[in-house]
């Protein structure tokens, strides 16, 4: 009963300050109820319910509210005045390369290998419950079908009845991809747990350890990081050996094989992607169209991309990659140093080395700032793993330490402020293309820190904290919704 009255007024309470703002937006509109409710395609009496606290409009009228008095949807029914949005969750330390790197199928690490996680971890906990029930906000909902977030949360509670909702409205909440799972028994809810799953298949549960990353790097910072390795005059494999153990190699070699085997299977399927936008596989075709009078440089670009695009395509197609650092930015890297290892004839223990570098890199991100579309846009995603992959190329040419630290800062650098704005929701458009786009980038990072590390003015570090302050202060719409940008334009 108590539970229940709390709900009531929570409701109340959201419903009364939607309805200070729209009073508010439409005096300054200055249009009267008649007037907006025409605009709208309803009556005065349901503008007047909705400005006197009575109902909320459906998420249809919310999209044309946003639009008549041009404010962000989440800045219309945000429970909450903009800039106070949820705090974001305090991070911890950085975590073992085994959490970045993770081998799973597509196409998101956030909306399918983290949600999946979450579902088995709380399926085991709770044996003896009669049904379950599952919500969705943020991102997962509003993606989550073309992500495929539905699917993998009934997959798993398959032998249970589940209830699943998806929650477009709820903004207060300390991270996009938020979900709820409850557990009931005798018809009654006993258990409940909150998920944020945080980027590249990492969760969390709020208030418990289960699922949770275990700090082990003595440092978080890159400039922590350098002056460890000068103190010590050591490079960075040698560090990640230093904190992970001799075991991180052969961990890192079968990452090098899940890999190589994507983009093998990408080289060689044809046809269309699923998710109904008629996406044709490229990679095939890309590797295999060279010109006779074809130069280096052209052809460099082509068997790049089209490694990139064979991994990507794997992954939109739900086939098996590994979280570099997430499934949407996954063809990124294997790309760059496959082309690299046929290029140059790099053994498979330089290549580990190279892995090593890029997921220190990774992590740093993950730790500083995020790795999540849904909390930083695509330049969390695509970004993260540009500056991973020109890491681990400047380390598999030996490059210095200011080099590679150049490289990684370079492109994430021209990354900043790149939209996560999924076309229907599927790891499609823009997505694949911009791997592809991303792995040429990392090459030219590389390339421009060999000449100029010596006069750069921006640290990894100040870039990073940069990308995070620009993802928060970018509109949600932006941010793997697919409610802005080519997602909300493309017919």
Not at 17 to 23: G, H, I, S, T
Not at 71 to 83: F, Q, S, T
Not at 267 to 276: D, I, N, T, V
Not at 397 to 410: D, R
Request: hydrophobic share 40%; glycine share 8%.
């Amino acid at each position: 009963m108590i539970e229940s009255v709390k709900k009531r007024n929570k409701v109340k309470n959201m419903n009364e300050d939607f309805a200070c703002r729209l009073v508010k937006l439409r005096k300054e509109a200055k249009i009267n109820q008649k007037q907006l409710g025409q605009l709208i395609g309803v009556s005065d009496r349901a503008v007047s319910k909705w400005e006197c606290g009575l109902s909320r409009p459906s998420l249809d009228a919310c999209y044309a509210l946003s639009r008549i008095f041009k404010v962000p949807l989440d800045e219309l029914i945000a429970n909450k005045p903009k800039g106070l949005e949820a705090e974001p969750r305090k991070k911890g330390g950085m975590a073992s390369l085994k959490e970045l790197y993770r081998v799973g199928p597509g196409p998101s690490s956030s909306h399918t290998i983290a949600p999946s996680r979450a579902s088995k971890l709380f399926l085991e906990a709770h044996p003896d419950a009669d049904a379950f029930k599952v919500i969705l906000y943020g991102s997962l909902a509003k993606t989550g079908y073309g992500h495929g977030t539905e699917s993998v949360v009934k997959e798993v509670f398959a032998s249970k009845p589940l209830s699943l909702e998806l929650d477009y409205l709820t903004v207060d909440i300390a991270h996009p991809n938020t979900m709820d799972m409850i557990a009931i028994k005798n018809g009654e809810e006993y258990d409940k747990w909150r998920v944020f799953s945080i980027g590249g298949g990492t969760i969390e549960i709020e208030g418990r350890e289960e699922g949770a990353d275990t700090p082990i790097y003595p440092h978080s910072t890159f400039d922590g990081i350098s002056n460890y390795l000068k103190e010590k005059n050591m490079r960075l494999p040698d560090y990640v050996e230093e904190v992970e153990g001799a075991d991180i190699w052969s961990f890192l070699e079968s990452v090098w094989q899940t890999m190589k085997s994507s983009i093998d299977r990408g080289l060689s399927a044809e046809g269309a992607l699923p998710g109904g936008l008629d996406v044709q596989r490229k990679a095939k075709t890309l590797y295999k169209r060279g010109h006779i009078d074809e130069t280096a440089e052209t052809r460099e670009n082509r068997i790049v991309c089209a490694f990139a695009y064979a991994v990507s395509e794997e992954n939109a197609s739900g086939g098996v990659v590994v979280t570099a650092p997430t499934c949407g930015a996954s063809g990124l890297l294997p790309a760059v140093l496959r082309y690299q290892q046929i290029k140059r004839g790099f053994t498979d223990s330089e290549i580990c080395c190279a892995l090593a570098v890029a997921g220190l890199f990774g992590n740093l991100i993950k730790t500083n700032a995020s790795i999540s579309g849904a909390e930083c846009g695509c330049q969390a995603e695509i970004g993260s793993a540009c500056s991973m992959a020109a890491a681990a190329l400047a380390e598999l040419f030996n490059m210095e330490l200011e080099q590679i630290e150049y490289a990684a800062e370079v492109a994430m650098e021209h990354h900043l402020g790149l939209t996560c704005d999924p076309i229907r929701g599927l790891v499609q458009i823009p997505c694949i293309e911009r791997n592809a786009v991303g792995a040429m980038r990392a090459i030219q990072a590389v390339n421009l820190a060999n000449f100029l590390s010596d006069t750069r003015k921006i640290s990894f570090d100040l870039v990073v904290q940069t990308m995070y302050e620009t993802g928060r202060d970018m509109s949600k719409i932006y941010r793997e919704t697919a409610e802005g940008g080519l997602a909300k334009l493309y017919q």
